[in-house]
């Protein structure tokens, strides 16, 4: 069964242009995968860390992108 990426790729989308967003992850400051899936159910984007994972794998290079790959081992 394919992975589904869309709402993993929604939240980076809206990570990457939302500076309210991204102000919010700043002060919740995730440090793993896990926490950042938590942290965007928390926004109301619900994905697993794998379905995270496969999207990072795929998306465009950003200094967004480059902070979330550095979780993934």
Do not use: C, W
Not at 19 to 30: E, G, I, M
Not at 39 to 45: C, E, I, L, Q, T
Not at 50 to 55: H, N, R, V, Y
């Amino acid at each position: 069964m394919a992975i589904d990426t869309t709402q993993a790729q929604h939240f980076i989308e809206m990570l990457e242009s939302n500076s309210n967003l991204q102000t919010q992850f700043a002060v919740a400051s995730p440090n793993s995968l896990d926490g950042v899936v938590d942290f965007a159910s928390a926004k109301g984007y619900v994905f697993s860390k794998s379905e995270l994972e496969a999207a990072l794998k795929n998306f465009p290079e950003s200094s967004i992108v480059r902070q979330l790959r550095q979780y993934v081992h």
